[in-house]
């Protein structure tokens, strides 16, 4: 990108540059069959830049480069600290290029510039760097076996992983999976969202600059029915690390049975409950947090609190201050570094939501706040932060997952009415609690079906802990040293040891 110091983004938007084509074996390359995609914005429906429509044969030269790359040890050979000072550099480099790749988030997928840059960009380069820095600290086992032998627990690279992510946090989603990944040694061939495929190349380029040998990383762009399927199906991949819909998740693992049983762990969709006790200390604070983590990147986050269980004696007093503080996250033009709600990614998903909406309406809640598309004069895709009340977890909205900025607020009465409630749902991905009393917290913490429980707040995140979902939100975890399960196999290895 030219020199941009001073420029608004606003016009950095207008001169950046749009390169869809796919990347293997460290080149860029169009699709073997010539084919490309326009990809529109969602902030105004400009046109970005067509991109590469990969297909099965794509697929195949990228899966034949990383295949090729992994099996003469140019990256699984390297010592771990050889490895760590390339994704060092990694990281360095997306800080560097942390305005170019924030653009690109922004343009691809509607999320407010200022996020993409404090949120996006900043947990990329530290989750790479973050598993660059664990990977030469990390040692195997020695099992404790009689003195006629030595069994050695070694973990190894799986070979080959097929990386297939969303388009909500597409910079993010895609780091979760190449810092263990690469970490650990593997090659990946990543597949990233058809609606947001501009920054993942980028990455890609960028991990080469930083020293990645070529061949390691590549990158396919294309839709999920042609390049995903072609991916999840190949014989020669061997683990599938992908997060996206419940439904997409259900066919990786169908995938992965009609063909080479490769390894599928996936993260899934959310329904996540934000229980409110009627001992809350500060019910001012925990709807402000309710709004805030609600309406987040427009409510297109898998762990967004999207159902509130609300105790009835103090439900009337949250519904009055979430409702209020709703307009405060009115959508604006994301390249306005003031805005803290853009737009939704696309056309269909504008249908959804506003479906969605239209349902609870017909179902009997009550909309206290929003409820209407909004910005229309932009050709975009915006939708208001939108609240019902008197929801009942029967309803639509409060089943199923709606990735938008809509919230569904149900009332109970008691504390084992509030845990029914809430482990009601096929997901299981985060949860939140909020009572004065220690013990209860405790209680219905332990209660709670899901892979993340908050108490008596919602967002705090960090690389070293833990993320993913139980029942229909998932298999296996993202981030912290427990990725590296995902990406590694164990082995065995006994040696006898003779007497003298
Ligand atoms: P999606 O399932 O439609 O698509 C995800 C990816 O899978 C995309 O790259 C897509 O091209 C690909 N894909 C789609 N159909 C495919 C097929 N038949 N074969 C192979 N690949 C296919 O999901 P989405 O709309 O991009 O993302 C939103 C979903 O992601 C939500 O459900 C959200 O909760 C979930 N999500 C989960 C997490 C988590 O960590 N648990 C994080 C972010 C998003």
Avoid at 51 to 78: I, K, L, P, Y
Avoid at 249 to 265: I, P, W
Wanted: aromatic letters at 8%.
């Amino acid at each position: 990108m030219a020199a941009t110091a001073g420029m608004s983004w606003a016009d950095r938007a207008a001169a950046q540059a749009f390169d869809g084509r796919a990347l293997i074996d460290g080149e860029r390359r169009a699709a073997l069959a010539g084919e490309t995609f326009d990809k529109h914005s969602p902030i105004d429906g400009r046109l970005l830049g067509p991109v590469a429509r990969g297909r099965e044969a794509d697929v195949s030269a990228a899966v034949r480069a990383a295949r090729h790359a992994f099996a003469d040890g140019r990256w699984a050979g390297q010592a771990p600290a050889a490895r760590k000072k390339v994704l060092q550099r990694f990281a360095e480099k997306v800080l560097a290029a942390r305005d170019e790749l924030a653009l690109l988030d922004t343009l691809d997928m509607g999320k407010p510039i200022q996020y993409a840059l404090s949120v996006d960009v900043a947990a990329t380069a530290r989750t790479l760097a973050w598993y660059g820095e664990a990977i030469d600290k990390v040692y195997d086992e020695i099992a404790p076996t009689a003195a006629s032998s030595l069994a050695m627990i070694t973990r190894e690279p799986m070979g080959v992983v097929g990386v297939i992510v969303p388009w909500n946090y597409p910079l993010i989603m895609a780091a979760w999976k190449l810092g263990p990944a690469l970490a650990t040694g593997n090659s990946v061939v990543l597949k990233p969202s058809e609606k947001s495929p501009f920054s993942a190349l980028r990455l890609a380029e960028l991990a080469l600059e930083a020293g990645l040998p070529p061949g390691v990383l590549n990158v396919v762009p294309g839709f999920g029915h042609e390049a995903g399927e072609a991916l999840a199906l190949h014989m020669d991949v061997d683990a599938i690390g992908f997060t996206g819909s419940t439904r997409t998740g259900r066919r990786m693992l169908e995938y992965a049975g009609r063909s080479n049983l490769k390894r599928v762990y996936n993260e899934l969709g959310g329904k996540s409950a934000f229980v409110v006790f009627d001992d809350v200390e500060d019910i001012d604070r925990a709807a402000r947090t309710l709004a805030g983590s609600m309406f987040f990147n427009q409510g297109e986050s898998c762990n967004a609190p999207s159902r509130a269980l609300v105790h009835e004696r103090v439900a009337d007093r949250l519904v009055e201050i979430v409702a209020a503080e709703a307009p405060s996250y009115a959508p604006g033009d994301p390249l306005d570094p003031s805005t803290v709600m853009g737009a939704l990614v696309d056309e269909t998903q504008l249908r959804t939501v506003m479906g969605y909406i239209e349902a609870g309406n017909s179902e009997g809640a009550r909309c206290v706040a929003g409820g209407r598309r909004t910005r229309t004069e932009t050709g975009g895709f915006y939708v208001e932060p939108t609240v019902f009340d008197q929801v009942d977890n029967g309803m639509k909205i409060a089943r199923e997952e709606i990735f938008g900025p809509v919230l569904a607020i149900v009332r109970f009465k008691t504390e084992a009415e509030a845990i029914a409630l809430a482990n009601n749902s096929s997901y299981g991905l985060q949860a939140s609690v909020w009572s004065g009393h220690l013990s209860r917290a405790h209680r219905v913490a332990r209660a709670l079906r899901a892979g993340t429980v908050h108490v008596n707040q919602y967002d705090e995140d960090d690389i070293t802990v833990p993320f993913g979902g139980y029942k229909q939100s998932g298999n296996g975890r993202d981030k912290s040293l427990h990725a590296l399960d995902k990406y590694t196999e164990l082995k065995t290895t006994w040696l006898r040891i003779d007497p003298a």
